[in-house]
């Protein structure tokens, strides 16, 4: 009843959006704010999160063991890490799509320049956009709350609950001035890199070596695609806001610090991508096999007793 009503209150929510688009103006947009529309719509979407890890987990790690993805995972933190990252995974394409649908047929994702025409608003906002900052500030602060409070902590904890901060605060401070082209691109840029991580470590988990190396190689190229080449572009060009635009950006200082702030802590994981990528290579050979088989034969032979003749 709960998920049931969640879902009718978040449709009725998109219907006002659609009826409600025309004639949009960034005052409007502020005023929504004001009026607490992103606050009375953000819990519902936290329920959802909620709700969903509550009853989808259950449902996906009894796939898991119908499918026998679990066949060879014999502790339970460890089930529990994948069954969590199957539900991250499904997070991440749902925000994906949202984002997606708002932003197809766009000529600021090829040129981030211009991001800036027509602010702080132009007559092309898509209709479904105010669901698509809501689920992603929702989704972020959802997430922000399981990384620092629920899941386990790894080494990089702290980098990891400063980047959901910062990204976090980049969402809400680009709905209020009006920025969202540029928080549109930030959110998928994100979300395109994050979905094969997951979906690496899922096979990871499951002893799946061949799945986990194919999907760290999709990681690893659209991390550098998105991450590191694309968002550094798309800083620079918020660096020079000044040269596109002669209207005053609001908390444009503090964003430009704030996505500064992420491009170091995304070099910072990127040392750490680059050695797993290195020693997945030394593991392979630069054969590109998935291994040589006579390296496990050896190992073996040389963990067996020579016999007696």
């Not at 899922?202 to 002893?207: D, L, Q, Y």
């Not at 635009?245 to 910072?268: A, C, E, K, P, S």
């Amino acid at each position: 009843l709960l998920m049931a009503s969640t879902l009718s209150q978040f449709s009725k929510s998109l219907a006002v959006i659609h009826s409600d688009v025309t004639n949009y103006s960034f005052d409007d947009f502020r005023s929504d704010l004001e009026d607490g529309v992103y606050v009375y719509y953000l819990p519902v979407v936290i329920l959802a999160l909620t709700l969903g890890r509550l009853f989808m987990t259950p449902l996906i790690s009894y796939l898991f063991r119908q499918l026998g993805v679990m066949k060879s995972v014999k502790k339970m933190e460890t089930q529990k890490n994948m069954v969590d990252s199957a539900y991250y995974v499904l997070t991440i394409i749902a925000s994906m799509s949202i984002g997606f649908y708002c932003t197809w047929n766009v000529d600021w994702w090829s040129d981030y320049t211009l991001s800036f025409i027509g602010y702080p608003w132009t007559p092309t906002v898509d209709p479904y956009l105010k669901a698509y900052y809501t689920a992603a500030i929702g989704f972020y602060l959802f997430w922000l709350v399981c990384v620092a409070f629920i899941d386990e902590k790894k080494k990089d904890h702290v980098a990891m609950v400063l980047h959901h901060i910062f990204t976090l605060i980049v969402l809400l401070t680009s709905a209020l001035s009006g920025m969202h082209r540029i928080g549109s691109i930030i959110m998928l840029m994100f979300d395109g890199s994050d979905v094969w991580l997951e979906c690496a470590k899922i096979c990871n988990r499951a002893k799946s070596e061949s799945g986990a190396t194919v999907f760290f190689v999709l990681f690893v190229t659209f991390w550098f695609k998105y991450r590191l080449w694309d968002y550094t572009q798309l800083v620079s060009v918020v660096l020079r806001a000044d040269d596109y635009t002669n209207q005053h950006v609001r908390f444009l200082l503090f964003d430009q610090l704030l996505l500064l702030g992420i491009l170091i802590l995304q070099w910072y994981w990127t040392w750490f991508v680059l050695k797993k990528l290195k020693s997945i290579v030394d593991e392979r050979g630069m054969s590109g096999q998935y291994g040589d088989p006579r390296d496990e034969t050896l190992r073996e032979f040389k963990k067996s007793k020579p016999t007696q003749t």
